[in-house]
Structures are given as C-alpha cells and as structure tokens.
C-alpha cells in the first residue's frame, strides 16, 4: 500500500517468515510513525567494516608489534574496551591524525538499509544513529534530491529541538556520535566527531539525553545493526528510560528459521550465561559476541515490552526495499588506509598508547611495562615537558597496583614530574600533580602531610583564581579533603568537617560540568554518612540518596566499575534501614540492588571482577538470608565459599559459613555439617602461627571469629548438644572468656 509506513511493513514481513504462534507479539507494536535506532551493522552490507575491523586496523599500525604486543592484545583490546573509549585514548596519544584513518569511508555506496532508512525520513519519521558516515543522506539524496528533514548532529541542533513539538509530517535524523561532513575539508571534516570524543568520561546530557530520553519514552523502537556496546555514551540512556512503548531489536543470524522471543527471561538467561564465563575467567574476546549480548540484553530485559527477532535480518530488509532501493554494494577493500604519518611516529608514542590502553582494560603490569619502556627513551630526549608528563603517567600506573612498593615508586615519579613543571612554571600540571600526590598519602593514611599539601596548594589557588583550570582543582582539592577527614581519619568530629566541605565541592562540579568529579563526591559523602550513622534513620537515608544521585551520572558516564559500588553501598544501606524500620520492601530493595550490582561487573575486564564478586555475592546471599529465602541464599553462598577455599581464604570462608549455618535452620544435617566445617577453620588456628597473627593484628578477624563461633554453638544447641558445647570451648580458648 502506497501509504503504509515502512515500520508496518516490516512487521508484516516479519509475521510472514517466524511461525504462527509468535506473530500475535508483534501486534503490540504502534507502526503509525516509524523510528528506528541504527548502529554500524547496517553499514557492513556497504562494504565498511565494522568497528572490530577498524579499530584492529589502526591499532596494528600504531601500537609497538616488536614490544611482545601481538595481534592477541589487540583483540583484546578491542574486546575488551567500549568504542568510544577505544578511539579516545587514541586520540589523546596520536591526537587528531587518528581521523585519516576515516579516508576508508570515503568510497561507500548506500546499500538497501539505507535506502530503506531514507524512505523512513521521507514518510515522516525518525532515524536515530550512532554511525558518522554519511550513507543515510546520500541514499536520501539520490531518491529525492536536496535535505527537507530535521538533521541533529551537534550540541545546539539537540538543545534547540523539542520532541513534544515535532512537525508530525516531517523526518528526522539524529547522529549521536557526530557525522563526517562532506561539505569541508581536513580535520573540519570531522568536527562534530571530535568534540563527542572529548566527551568521553562525561557521558551524554543536556538537549541530547533530553531528546534521547523523549523519543524513547513516546514511540516503538526498532533497532537495526546496533551493537549496544556505546556504554559511555547512547547505551547507558536506553537502558534507564523507563518506558511503556515497545522495543523490536533485529538481531543479525545466520538462521534458516526467523526466532521471534518476547520474554525477559530469555534476555535475563543470555545475559547470565555471558556473566558466569566472565567470572569464570573468559575475557569477551573468548565470548562469541559477548560484550554485544551483554548490552543489548541490558535494554531489553529493562522493557516491559521487548521482542528480538534472531535471523538472516537482510532478508526482512530486502522484501520490504521498493525495486529500485534494493542494492547490491561492491564491498570497500578489506584494507583499510595507512596514512603517511603513522610510518614517522614516535616510538615512544606507540608504548604510551600501548600502556594506556592496558590500564584501561585493567592489565596494570602490561601498562607498567610499556610505560617504564617509554620513560627509558624519553630520558634521551630534550624534550623535558615529554619526560614530566610520560614520568606523571607512570607514577599513576604505580599508584593503580595498589601495593605498599608501588605507592612508594609512584611517589618517586610525581616528585620527579613535579619539579620539571614547577622549573617549566607550568602551574596547572604542578597543581595537578600535588593533587596525585595527595591520593597516594592518604591511601597509605599518612593524612598530616596530605593535609598540609593542601592547605599549601590553597596560596596557589587563590593566586591563579582567574584562570579556567582552578575550578577543577577546587572540586578535586575538596573531594580529598573530604576524604581524608571523613574516611581516613573517621572520627566524629572530623565526619561533621567532611560533610559539609564535600557539599561545595559537589555545587562547584556542577557548575563546572565535571560529572565523573561530582559522582566521585557525592559517592564519598554517601559513604561518611553511612559509617557515621550508626541507627540514625535519618543519616542513613540521606547517604541512600547521595550515593542514588552518585549511580545517576555513572550511569551516564558509562561507568561500570563506579556503578557497581554504589549499588553495592545503598543496597547495605537498604538492607540495614530494613531491619531498623522492619520494612521487608526495603530488604527486597537492597536484594534487587546487589543483583544489578553485580550485572555491572560483567562490563569490567576478567582481570578486575573477581574479588568483587565474591564481595557483592556474599552481600546478596547475606540479604536473601535476612528474607528467609534460603534456598536461594544457600545456592549463591555455596559458589562463593568454594571460591573462597580456592583462593585460600580462610577468613572470609568462615564469614560465609557463618550465612550458610542460618541459611540451614531447617536442614539439621546440612547445619552440622557447616558446623563441623566452621569447627575445622578454627581448630587449625590454634596451631597455625600465621592465623594467631592476624588475630592479634586485626581485632576485626578476632572479633568475627568469636562471633562465628558463637552463632555456630547456638545453633546446635538442640541438634547437637556436644558439637555445641566444643564449639563454645574452641572460642574461648582462642579469644577469652568474654561476652
């Protein structure tokens, strides 16, 4: 029918290829007004490669191959890291050369999606993407001559447009990720692509999550070739818009049988299954289309109404292409360019590209090694603002591993950074470096020379007010104050400091527009506030909130690691409001929120999860307990106490014995059983040198030790009087006879 929309005919090719009993899902679908969501998979038919393509192409010219970096890092690499991350350390390496690069898309041809996409505008409807190349306009163009649609691509289109007063006959493209522009030259060319590289780490707000959120509240999505894997930027949104409308997710198989599936447990499932081979040790370069079944899956189980069709997707595409839209594309060569620049650059470059990346995929020891290779060969150099900053970057990779040694060489490194930019009079690279500096003092609690490196850094501030930089110092001045008042030193006194210096530190990230600052600050109020409670109702609820608007920007930032922790915060903090208020919602709350905690562990590199995992599953095991849902709880906690056995740590073992013996009331043979277990670990302390140590060092293994004992004897009390009286005995001879 010439007025059918292109949505409508989609939906009754797709009810022509899956069986009859799935057709009836698609009914909830509103094809009225068409709006897709594109993403590179809609291009490859074109003959352009897809971003694993182009990114293992790139970076096999850029990185250091003879440095022991083969084609396996690179995979990982670009497994391993979202794209957006990817293309923005490059940038910060290579700078704005890495757009040559984008020479490979200049010969493209539109192929049958777009042309489709193109009938999509001209009926009138919306084409979101987060592709850069130009292959819409151009099918749009040579169907029906010069642009008359809404085209949004930069920060002003997206501020100055309204959803709600959309002209109902007139098309709409959006460009999420920025667009090549074939009417300049050079780097012009890609402008508006650069700027939302420089974005990276500040997520997407503003007029563009307002029109994002908008369109995905109003309208039936389909999506088309997109991955999901945008996760600090697009991808984060979608999952968070809380909507009734319908989500079509067309998803490329070879399949002879279109599947059509509507329910969330199968995304729930699928998006299981790729967790448990992540903290199994797979990284997502093992997983097939792992990281792109994680984030798609993501969206989905979060609709009400989601439906994914699995199948030869160019099929669909090309029943429902007009006769003359329905293209056959040469391909593009599978070679992409190499500009002229990459054969001069520095190797000194390569190693710190190298090493950034690394860290940024959580390999800490590969980065340290790239890193102390380009320090090495900037030592011969003359260039002394070169040798400050590669020294900076390698104190900071120091101060990642997080051990007493590298602290102490991190430190070693600032200080040799710090006098080259004090000799260079560079004020904002010293002042930052201080700020490092600080970090590392008070992660090794020495709290008086960090303080007094701050209330010298205040002269400096006030000397340099004027200038654009000392805004952000400000906020990273009070964020580490704050910390070490509120944190680091902890007494009450100090905590009543913290607060409210963190609270201006939170109004002044705002007004600066440092979101990832502002997360960070409101994250560490959350958490002062949550130690200093005690009972306090109130406390509690008001570091709840810190740490809910804390999650918020992560969430649109993109940052999985952050949003795993406070998750994991505000639901203890749940769980705890539960039992002072006897609310059972809010313990169901905080199950829910160690749950989707530990989705977003998923998003990390192998190398970063696994004790966090275990930490966040004991947390859930431990509220599943306090719900009665035993079995459930007795399921996760066991995986969790093998694990801990295999890591040798006895401590934490006990700690989940202790859930599972409670988890066991109405099973008095698994209970003596855990008894026995519990019974085991402390009977080897009172020979083994090393556990009597940690007693008399941290009062915390004491004191949880008497507590396990002791909840292990009561519990046997009328099971096993014996086994209970021995266990009673066994606490008092390693800690005292105390209550």
């Known amino acids: 029918m010439e007025n059918e929309t292109v949505a409508n005919a989609l939906l009754k ?133 010069e642009r008359d649609f809404d085209f949004l691509v930069t920060r002003e289109d997206f501020e100055n447009f309204s959803v709600s007063e959309m002209d109902a006959s007139k098309g709409v493209l959006m460009k999420f990720h920025g667009t090549v522009d074939e009417n300049k030259t050079g780097l012009a060319r890609y402008e508006t692509v650069r700027f939302l590289l420089d974005q990276v780490g500040e997520g997407i707000l503003g007029g563009m999550h307002r029109v994002l959120t908008d369109v995905v509240q109003n309208f039936d999505m389909i999506y088309l070739g997109y991955s999901g894997c945008d996760n600090f930027s697009v991808q984060p949104v979608l999952c968070n818009v809380d909507t009734d409308q319908t989500t079509l997710w067309l998803w490329y198989e070879w399949k002879e049988q279109m599947i059509l ?67 056959a594309v040469e391909g593009l060569s599978a070679q992409g360019p190499v500009p002229a620049w990459v054969k001069n650059t520095s190797r000194i470059d390569r190693m710190r590209c190298a090493a950034k990346l690394y860290s940024r995929a959580n390999c800490t020891d590969e980065g340290i090694k790239c890193l102390e290779e380009a320090n090495r060969l900037a030592n011969s150099k003359s260039d002394k603002f070169l040798k400050a900053q590669i020294t900076k970057e390698l104190g900071s990779e120091y101060a990642n591993a997080s051990t007493a040694d590298s602290y102490k060489k991190a430190l070693g490194c600032y200080d040799i950074a710090l006098k080259i930019f004090e000799e260079m009079e560079i004020t904002s690279s010293v002042m930052d470096t201080i700020l490092n500096i600080v970090n590392v003092l008070r992660r090794t609690r020495r709290f008086d020379e960090a303080q007094k490196l701050l209330d010298e850094l205040e002269a400096s501030i006030k000397n340099n007010e004027t200038e654009t930089f000392v805004t952000k110092i400000k906020v990273r001045k009070g964020l580490m104050l704050g910390l070490i008042l509120g944190m680091g030193r902890g007494d009450k006194e100090s905590r009543d400091k913290a607060l409210p210096i963190l609270e201006e530190a939170a109004e002044q990230a705002d007004e600066g527009g440092f979101v990832r600052l502002r997360a960070a600050v409101l994250n560490a109020s959350g958490l002062i506030k949550y130690q200093m409670a005690g009972d306090s109702i109130e406390m509690l609820e008001s570091g709840a909130k810190d740490l809910d608007a804390a999650f918020r920007l992560n969430i649109y930032i993109g940052d999985a690691r952050s949003c795993f922790q406070q998750m994991r915060n505000v639901g203890l903090i749940h769980a705890k409001l539960s039992r002072l208020t006897n609310r059972p919602e809010l313990l169901e709350q905080a199950i829910a929120e160690f749950r989707r905690g530990e989705t977003f562990l998923f998003r990390l ?55 599972l013996l409670k988890a066991s009331v109405n099973d008095p043979e698994n209970l003596i059983t855990r008894a026995n277990q519990v019974k085991a670990i402390y009977e080897d302390a009172k020979s083994n040198k090393t556990k009597k140590a940690r007693f008399k060092n941290q009062a915390i293994t004491a004191s949880n030790g008497r507590q396990i004992l002791t909840t292990a004897s009561d519990m046997l009390s009328r099971e096993d009087p014996q086994l209970s009286v021995e266990l009673q005995k066994l606490a008092i001879e390693l800690f005292g006879d105390k209550a």
Not at 117 to 142: C, H, K, M, P, S
Not at 285 to 299: H, K, Q, V, Y
Not at 301 to 311: D, M, P, Q, T, Y
Not at 626 to 647: C, G, H, W
Request: charged residues 30%.
């Open 13 to 145: 090719e797709i009810k022509v290829q899956v069986d009859t009993k799935s057709q009836s899902s698609l009914d909830k679908m509103d094809g009225k007004r068409s709006v897709f969501f594109v993403g590179a998979g809609a291009s490859v038919e074109s003959g352009l490669p897809n971003f694993r393509q182009f990114s293992e192409h790139m970076l096999s010219n850029l990185l250091p191959k003879d440095h022991g970096i083969s084609m396996v890092d690179i995979s990982m690499f670009v497994s391993e890291l979202r794209p957006e991350v990817l293309l923005q350390t490059l940038q910060e390496v290579f700078g704005e050369r890495i757009f040559d690069f984008y020479d490979w898309f200049d010969d493209a041809e539109p192929s049958t999606n777009h042309f489709v996409l193109a009938r999509v505008i001209r009926e009138g409807g919306l084409v979101l993407t987060t592709n850069v190349d130009n292959l819409i306009e151009t099918a749009y163009g040579q169907l029906y001559g």
């Open 261 to 327: 599936e509507d329910s969330g447990d199968i995304f729930e499932k699928d998006m299981n299954e790729v967790g448990a081979m992540v903290s199994h040790g797979k990284s997502f370069s093992e997983i097939n289309r792992g990281m792109e079944i994680l984030s798609t899956c993501e969206i989905l189980k979060e609709r009400k109404n989601a439906i994914r069709l699995r199948g030869n997707i160019s099929t669909i595409m090309g029943a429902i292409a007009h006769p003359d839209d329905s293209i």
């Open 605 to 659: 590199s192998k190398n970063a999860i696994l004790g966090e995992l275990l930490e966040i599953r004991f947390r859930l095991g431990e509220s599943l307990v306090d719900a009665a849902r035993f079995d459930e709880a007795e399921t996760i906690l066991s995986k969790v106490r093998e694990e801990r056995v295999t890591l040798g740590d006895w401590h934490n073992e006990a700690r989940t014995l202790e859930l």
